[in-house]
């Protein structure tokens, strides 16, 4: 089982927009409505920041969202803020035998 | 509140044996599943395995099948999980994490501190 991919970083200016993407397969992300994304701040565990596709836990801003689309999941950080800088990572249930996949994890930096 | 506190750094040598345990509180140990993920210095996340507290039931990601056990002690709220025949390539934080909900796919939003495991010659 692959890692999904993502990419190595994103980068935007306070205020701005972004949009991270997660591709996988049929077999994972385009297969069910199982994706989550994870905020890790360096040193620190990671933070659960969208479920099941686009679902946000108690306590996550709002700007914080998640979409599909066939095989590639997307999280959108709207209102960039400096504390939003971070590695993210997405996840998918997967059908193979590993039953649980990462992304590869995308450095966002705020300018 | 929920919490998931991990067992301290490990410093192991090639070929040997770890076992980090992960103690649960604030919450029915026995209701959510309990995965272990792991991050080498500088890399992604991975996913090794998850228990059942309920029942005890397990499943692994095939690249540690033969290597890895996750347990759990029900009476002290505490999952545990052991990785044989180390190599330098085992280096890395090791997490616990439990799920939204008791099913295999429900996202992990609670995550220990993670215990740091260096093994060398």
């Known amino acids: 089982q692959s890692a999904l991919t993502q990419p190595a970083s994103v980068s935007g200016s306070p205020g701005q927009s972004i949009t991270i993407s997660c591709t996988g397969t049929?077999?994972?992300?385009?297969?069910?409505?199982?994706v989550s994304w994870y905020q890790q701040h360096p040193g620190k565990a990671p933070k659960l920041m969208i479920y099941?596709?686009?679902n946000r836990p108690s306590g996550v801003s709002n700007r914080f969202s998640g979409s599909k689309s066939g095989n590639t999941a997307s999280l959108t950080i709207s209102g960039l803020q400096a504390e939003d800088e971070a590695d993210y990572y997405c996840?998918?249930?997967?059908?193979?035998?590993?039953?649980?996949?990462f992304g590869t994890g995308t450095k966002v930096t705020v300018l | 509140q929920m919490q998931l506190v991990q067992s301290g750094a490990e410093v192991k040598k090639t070929g040997s044996s770890v076992k980090v345990s992960c103690k649960a509180s604030?919450?029915?140990?026995?209701?959510?599943?309990l995965h272990w993920v792991r991050q080498a210095p500088g890399q992604a996340l991975e996913w090794m395995g998850w228990?059942?507290?309920?029942?005890?039931?397990?499943n692994y990601a095939q690249k540690f099948q033969d290597r890895v056990t996750i347990t759990r002690d029900r009476s002290m709220s505490t999952a545990y999980m052991e990785l044989s025949s180390l190599r330098s390539e085992d280096t890395a934080m090791y997490y616990c994490?439990?799920?939204?909900?008791?099913?295999?796919?429900?996202?992990?939003?609670?995550w220990g501190q993670g215990t740091l495991v260096t093994v060398s010659s």
């Open positions: 228990i059942t507290p309920f029942n005890g039931n397990t």
């Open positions: 099941d596709v686009s």
């Open positions: 996840s998918s249930y997967t059908s193979s035998s590993t039953l649980r996949v």
């Open positions: 994490a439990s799920t939204i909900e008791p099913t295999a796919h429900s996202s992990l939003n609670y």
């Open positions: 604030g919450y029915t140990f026995t209701y959510r599943y």
């Open positions: 049929s077999s994972d992300v385009g297969g069910y409505n199982y």
